[in-house]
């Protein structure tokens, strides 16, 4: 029995030979060529071609070319060139020649139209740019200066008067702080008296230097005309606040009839009287023009609204024997009385003015003419 392989792994089925007698093929070659047996024909093998073989398909490696990354080049370093770095020399040492060290000046609150300021005793604060009521609140004593202008035409020339602070003995100090001038028509000051004329009394700041107030405006003073008759059409100055464009009255001077003595009250705006300014007409430079100090001295005495207590004075200074032969200006020392208001200040400075219209003016008309 032949067994055939397949190499394709499956066992095929055997097949019979196409002999009998069950010999083995090489007896049964044998007889035949002896003649026995019946004639046997060995079969031709048929060929069959061998089962496919597997065909081995080794695997081909896939060549991909690596595609190129594109990489930015790496940045190219920047020449630059070195700046030369400028150093600023090291300071040189400055000489300071030593200076005394001066106190320090005390801040000073601008006082309002309705509150009082204590005067304050420093002499050494700068005053160009302080206001009218902050110059008044910090002096005890003033000094007031007439300044008469040469006459036009035989006419009179409008007067003009500078305010300085005042030590005690009534000595003028240090600069101008106001300058009070005349407003009036010559009309008037030909033909009428000084202590009936119309006239205003602008009082502006006076200081030198620069970056200052001067001729800044601070106060108006103003007199309408009244045919004055014994106790009927009484002189009255009217005083108005100005600085800063404001208007703003603060009171009045009046002048009341008297037998004797020559008297003059201070008002508020409410005709409440503040002051009593009086003086004796017992006194030589009442009646005396000569050019001597007693008769060129006169005191005037500033007492509480009743007239009873003395609270300060106003005095009228002479100029010396020979300045007051040749000019016939008047020099006021007025000092304030104590616990007084810078309303009440500018009051009595006003006073002052008005006094010298009042009771001075018409022998100065009547010596120039």
């Known amino acids: 029995m032949n067994i055939s392989i397949n190499l394709g792994g499956q066992p095929q089925q055997q097949q019979q030979p196409q002999y009998g007698g069950g010999l083995p093929p090489n007896q049964y070659a044998q007889q035949q060529q002896q003649g026995f047996g019946p004639q046997y024909q060995q079969p031709q093998p048929t060929y069959q071609p061998p089962p496919p073989q597997p065909v081995y398909q080794q695997p081909q490696p896939v060549y991909q070319q690596p595609q190129p990354v594109y990489q930015q080049p790496p940045p190219q370093p920047v020449y630059q060139q070195p700046q030369p770095v400028y150093q600023q020399p090291p300071p040189q040492p400055v000489y300071q020649q030593p200076q005394m060290i001066q106190p320090q000046q005390p801040i000073i609150q601008p006082p309002s139209l309705n509150t009082s300021a204590q005067p304050l005793n420093n002499q ?16 005890q004593n003033i000094y007031v200066k007439q300044k008469i202008e040469s006459s036009v035409c035989c006419v009179a020339a409008e007067n003009t008067y500078y305010v300085y602070k005042a030590n005690d003995k009534g000595q003028k100090k240090g600069d101008k702080i106001f300058k009070c001038v005349e407003k009036s028509n010559c ?55 100005t600085e800063n464009k404001e208007e703003k009255e603060l009171g009045s001077i009046r002048s009341p ?54 609270l300060s004075f106003l005095h009228k200074k002479s100029a010396g024997c020979m300045a007051a032969a040749k000019s016939d200006e008047d020099n006021f020392h007025l000092e304030f009385p104590e616990d007084c208001t810078p309303q009440d200040r500018a009051l009595l400075m006003a006073a002052v003015l008005f006094l010298d219209f009042r009771f001075f003016e018409e022998n100065r008309q009547a010596k120039n003419e």
């Open 124 to 139: 050494n604060v700068n005053m160009n740019k302080l206001s009218g009521f902050q110059k008044l609140s910090m002096i």
């Open 187 to 241: 009309i008037s000051r030909c033909c009428m008296n000084g202590d009936s004329r119309p006239l205003d009394i602008i009082v502006t700041h006076e200081a030198e230097g620069f970056d200052t107030n001067e001729d800044e405006e601070f106060l108006k003073l103003s007199r309408e005309f009244k045919c004055t008759c014994l106790c009927m059409q009484r002189p009255t100055l009217k005083v108005t606040y």
């Open 257 to 310: 009839w008297t037998a004797c003595d020559y008297i003059l009250e201070v008002l508020d705006k409410h005709e409440n009287v503040k002051y009593v300014i009086t003086a004796s007409c017992c006194q030589l430079g009442f009646h005396c023009k000569l050019p001597f100090e007693s008769c060129q001295n006169i005191r005037f005495e500033i007492k509480d609204p009743k007239g009873e207590k003395n």
